[in-house]
């Protein structure tokens, strides 16, 4: 789909980007489009980034982003998992150098989970679908959506999309198969191999999975 960039850093152009796009969108018959991030012009869709979407464990009650999840999980051929990064602001988090000077990435570990670096997107999706699903009064709010996007994304760089989580999480909600997929990471993975098999992404696993 194509539509009208708006370079530059700023806020005000991020968001002229996403009027363009949902302008576009609607123009091919998806009305109610939901913009993920945290350049979102709706409080929702900022809620939904996940530099602020919280997870809440079950043992000992700790809540952090869903980004500060993610980075502290990643495990590298020199090192991790990280998990000093958890809980901490996301932008530094994210930014951390031992993120990007550990070499490759092997797999995840999520406070004794292993996860494996493939589907690509299969650990993030999970944690995310997760953190949602303890949101109830955001994933209550998603349903009224046609569609989500996420501005920030860029498949050149990324790999992991919140709006693409969120549109599984809404694929298995409809289908009945949410409350199945959370069960275990092996049954949520079981659950959605079709998805995943159908991920088009010509992109190599990068060092950092951003």
Same mark, same amino acid.
């Given at each position: ?22 302008? $576009?969108?609607?123009?091919?018959? &998806? ?101 949602? $699903? ?24 990324? &790999? ?5 989580? &969120? ?44």
């Amino acid at each position: 789909m194509d539509f009208k960039w708006h370079p530059g850093m700023a806020v005000s152009q991020k968001q002229k980007s996403i009027q363009e796009l949902h302008m $576009v969108a609607k123009n091919n018959g &998806i009305d109610s489009i939901l913009e993920v991030s945290s350049k979102s012009m709706n409080e929702l869709g900022v809620a939904l980034s996940a530099f602020n979407l919280c997870i809440t464990t079950k043992l000992k009650k700790q809540s952090f982003t869903v980004e500060t999840a993610f980075q502290g999980s990643k495990v590298f051929e020199q090192g991790g998992p990280f998990v000093d990064l958890i809980g901490m602001d996301s932008l530094t988090a994210k930014k951390d150098l031992r993120i990007k000077e550990s070499g490759n990435l092997t797999h995840f570990e999520f406070f004794g989970k292993i996860f494996p670096n493939t589907p690509r997107t299969f650990f993030y999706d999970w944690l995310y679908i997760n953190a949602l $699903v303890q949101n109830q009064d955001l994933a209550a709010q998603v349903a009224m959506y046609d569609a989500f996007s996420d501005i920030e994304f860029n498949p050149k760089k990324s &790999i992991n999309c919140q709006a693409y989580s &969120i549109a599984l999480y809404v694929s298995l909600n409809k289908n009945g198969l949410l409350e199945q997929a959370l069960i275990s990471p092996d049954s949520f993975l079981s659950l959605t191999a079709n998805q995943y098999s159908n991920q088009l992404r010509a992109k190599p696993i990068q060092i950092s999975m951003i």
